[in-house]
């Protein structure tokens, strides 16, 4: 789910922010209003990993320094987007420390506020179809996240899946066939065993891919042709 979150010590802004963003956004998503910077970072902690963020605050929030705050919602939500708002200049350079998805100068004019909503939940959805949510732990309440153009390749070994990306390879239990129907048309299944991210292929022969990190996966005999076909069309390579 999208969730808008806006963090301001002035409540009355708050509230126009509110109206305005009712006014030009066409989505479903929820808003949540926050004048105190630590209730927020507890409810971020507190909600599913499976909402996505657009963070609009102001760089000094009361006492609080909403900067500081970014770098601490980046650390929670790395998939977030943070837009700044404020009525001064003053520090804009050191925004940029933290990522800023957009700056809004205060007042907020409306056609700049529907050019940054606009953006921030475009890529946020973008994000959505490039990202793979496995779960694990007891009940399966524990939600992993791979951005799928970090992945390398899946293994099976029975109902234990792992999927291997450069620095990282993590387990779960599930079935390779599952995973296979959500994966983007970068992924090839090269064996009963094996899906590979083809953008991640450096040589093939007739038996093997051969990885940019090193790995070498086999192909079946049962799926050369198979292989060969996507690899071609894919890779936009000639069939012979």
Request: glycine letters at 2%; hydrophobic letters at 40%.
């Amino acid at each position: 789910m999208l969730k808008l979150v806006l963090c301001d010590s002035d409540s009355d802004f708050l509230q126009c922010l509110k109206k305005m963003i009712l006014e030009v956004v066409q989505e479903n998503i929820v808003i949540s209003l926050y004048k105190n910077p630590e209730t927020l970072l507890e409810s971020l902690q507190n909600t599913s990993q499976q909402d996505l963020y657009l963070v609009m605050l102001n760089w000094q929030i009361g006492e609080n320094d909403g900067i500081e705050l970014a770098g601490k919602i980046n650390a929670l939500r790395q998939e977030a987007r943070i837009v700044f708002m404020s009525d001064n200049l003053e520090r804009i350079k050191d925004i940029f420390h933290v990522s800023p998805f957009y700056f809004l100068l205060k007042p907020i004019e409306k056609d700049y506020l529907q050019d940054a909503l606009n953006r921030a939940i475009y890529q946020l959805h973008a994000m959505e179809k490039k990202t793979l949510v496995l779960y694990s732990g007891t009940h399966k309440k524990k939600a992993l996240f791979f951005q799928l153009c970090n992945v390398y390749y899946f293994e099976s070994d029975l109902r234990k899946i792992t999927i291997h990306e450069e620095k990282r390879s993590i387990s779960v239990y599930q079935k390779l066939q599952d995973i296979e129907s959500r994966l983007s048309d970068n992924f090839c299944r090269c064996h009963q065993s094996y899906i590979v991210n083809m953008d991640k292929i450096s040589k093939i022969t007739m038996r093997e891919l051969y990885l940019y990190n090193g790995d070498i996966i086999p192909i079946s005999r049962s799926r050369k042709e198979q292989v060969r076909d996507q690899l071609c069309t894919y890779l936009s390579w000639p069939k012979e």
